[in-house]
C-alpha cells in the first residue's frame, strides 16, 4: 500500500477525534537526549521577537501534530512561545465561520497547518472529489482566517505526491507545478498544490509570510494503524502484528518494488521548528532524507518484520495496485541551511514505532 503521506490531523472530514486542544507554555532546558539531532533550538529562540507568541497548530492530534507537542514539551519550546493545539473537537475547518470562530478565541500570532483530509491510496482513488472539496476548503479557510487576524507566519503541510507523475528524478521544489500529479489522488494532491498558489497571492497582494513544506513518506507514534485507510507502513505495522498474533502468513499489497523515502515525525517536527522560526521564504522546502536513504516497500516490509519478530510467511498479492513506482525527492535546499541535521536511521526509527504501537494498540488510531 501507498498513498498522499502528508501525515497530518484528519480534520476536514471528521477522521481524527483524539484529543481536546491542549494550550501550554514552552521550556528552552534540552532535557532529552533525542533533542542533541538539532543542537539549533537554543539559538533559534535567542531571535528577538516582540511580545508573547501564540502558535496554533491545526491537526494538531494528528501524527505529525503530537510529535511537535512532544518535541516543545521536552526541550524544543522557547520561554515566550505558547503553543495550542486543535482537534476535530475544536472546530471543523471546512466551515468558514468556525474556523474564524477558533482563530479569533485563541489569536495566534503564527500557525503551523496540518489539517486535511487524508486516507490511503485507495480511499484516495474511490473519492477523488471529496479529497479535493473538503481540502480545499479547510485551507481557504485557514489562511484566509490567519490573513483576517494578521498572523505573522503560517507554514502549511503539503506532500510529495503534489508532484507531476511523469518528471525528471530527483523531485525539487520548483517542479510542484510542471504537470498532472498521479491519477491516483488527484483530488488531494491538486487540493495541497494550490497552498502553494494561495501563499504566492497573499505575499504578492498583502506581503503575508505564508509558506509551506514538503515532507516525504512521514511515520512514527500516533500514525494512523488502519490498514484499509491508513498510509504504507503503519498499515504494514498493524498487518504484521497481526499475522504474528493470529499465526497466519503476512500479505503486503502490491508487488513491493515502488521505492520511497520515510522520515520519521520526531525528526520532521524538529525541522518544522526550524522553518517556523527561521525558514523566510515563501517558496516550500522539501524536508526529506537524502536520496541515498530512499527504500523498497519490501525492504519497508523486511524492517518490520525483523523489528517485531514475525517469523511467518511474507506474500506479496501482485494483484493489488502499486500506486506511483517512485517520487525521488531532492534535500539539497534543506541541506544548504542545515548541512549538519542528523536523521534517526530508519531501523531505529522503525522499532521504535512498532515498539509505540505495541504498548498502545488498544488506543491506537486503527
Known amino acids: 500500500r501507498d ?19 491542549s494550550v501550554w507554555g514552552g521550556d528552552r532546558g534540552l532535557r532529552d537526549p533525542l533533542l542533541g539531532h538539532f543542537p539549533q533550538f537554543t539559538e533559534m529562540c535567542e531571535v528577538p521577537v516582540s511580545g508573547q507568541r501564540r502558535v496554533l497548530v491545526t491537526g494538531g492530534s494528528g501524527l ?25 473537537r475544536d472546530a471543523d475547518l471546512t466551515s468558514a465561520v468556525e474556523t474564524r470562530a477558533v482563530f479569533q478565541k485563541h489569536q495566534p500570532t503564527e500557525v503551523i497547518h496540518l489539517a486535511a483530509m487524508v486516507g490511503g491510496l485507495f480511499q484516495n482513488m474511490s473519492h477523488n472529489l471529496d479529497f479535493w472539496r473538503n481540502n480545499v476548503h479547510i485551507n481557504d479557510n485557514v489562511l484566509q482566517a490567519a490573513h483576517e487576524l494578521g498572523v505573522r507566519k503560517v507554514v502549511s503541510c503539503l506532500s ?45 497582494q498583502y506581503g503575508r509570510l505564508f509558506t509551506a513544506v514538503i515532507p516525504t513518506n512521514v511515520f512514527g507514534p500516533h500514525d494512523n494503524f488502519n490498514i484499509q485507510q491508513g498510509h504504507v507502513l503503519p498499515g504494514l505495522i498493524h498487518k504484521t502484528y497481526l499475522a504474528q498474533r493470529e499465526g497466519t502468513a503476512l500479505e503486503v499489497w502490491g508487488s513491493g518494488t515502488p521505492r520511497r523515502q520515510f522520515i520519521y515525525s520526531l525528526d520532521l517536527a524538529r525541522l518544522f521548528l526550524w522553518v517556523l522560526r527561521e525558514y523566510k521564504e515563501i517558496d516550500p522546502i522539501i524536508l ?30 501482485t494483484s493489488k495496485s502499486d500506486g506511483q513506482f517512485k517520487k525521488t525527492a531532492s534535500n539539497k535546499k534543506l541541506r544548504q541551511y542545515l548541512p549538519d541535521f542528523t536523521f534517526t536511521p530508519f531501523r531505529q526509527a522503525v522499532k521504535e ?3 509505540w504501537f505495541v504498548a498502545n494498540y488498544d488506543t491506537a488510531r486503527k
Open 160 to 204: 510529495t505526491c503534489i508532484f507531476p507523475d511523469r518528471t525528471n528524478y530527483p523531485i525539487d521544489e520548483t517542479m510542484i507545478h510542471n504537470g498532472p500529479p498521479h491519477s491516483s489522488n488527484f483530488g488531494y494532491s491538486y487540493a495541497k498544490r494550490m497552498i502553494d498558489v494561495q501563499n504566492r497571492a497573499y505575499f504578492q
Open 353 to 355: 514505532t512498532c515498539e
Open 64 to 88: 505529525v501534530g503530537r510529535a511537535i507537542e512532544r518535541v516543545v514539551k521536552e526541550g524544543g519550546g522557547c520561554e515566550d512561545e505558547e503553543w495550542v493545539f486543535l482537534s476535530s
Open 288 to 317: 526529506s532524507v537524502g536520496e541515498e536513504d530512499e527504500v523498497s516497500i519490501k525492504e519497508a516490509a523486511e524492517c518490520v518484520v525483523e523489528s517485531l519478530g514475525f517469523k511467518g510467511q511474507v506474500v506479496f498479492d
Open 3 to 21: 498513498s498522499c503521506s502528508s501525515a497530518v490531523g484528519s480534520v476536514g472530514a471528521r477522521l481524527d477525534r483524539v484529543t481536546d486542544s
